[in-house]
């Protein structure tokens, strides 16, 4: 993932899919947080947001959410450089 002055890339389901395309289908997915954490994807999800407009939450479809849990720390040979494909 690049970072430049408007923020980092956003990596979209597309990308994701052809990243994971060559990835054994029972390999976990792990994630490295930016203070150096590292999690395992548990679940993923489309969010609810309230808009405050009266109608409460709603399905919010334009952000996937993934939830995590703390996993022991992923060897940097494991790990794929998405750059190339954002």
Avoid: H, K
């Avoid at 947080?33 to 399905?59: E, L, M």
């Amino acid at each position: 993932m690049s970072d430049d002055e408007a923020g980092p890339t956003v990596m979209t389901a597309g990308q994701l899919r052809e990243l994971l395309a060559d990835i054994p289908p029972d390999l976990p997915i792990g994630v490295l947080t930016p203070n150096g954490d590292t999690c395992v994807v548990t679940s993923a999800a489309f969010g609810t947001v309230d808009w405050g407009r009266g109608a409460g939450p709603q399905t919010e479809n334009r952000y996937l959410l993934l939830d995590t849990a703390t996993a022991a720390r992923i060897d940097p040979i494991d790990v794929i450089d998405a750059s190339e494909i954002i």
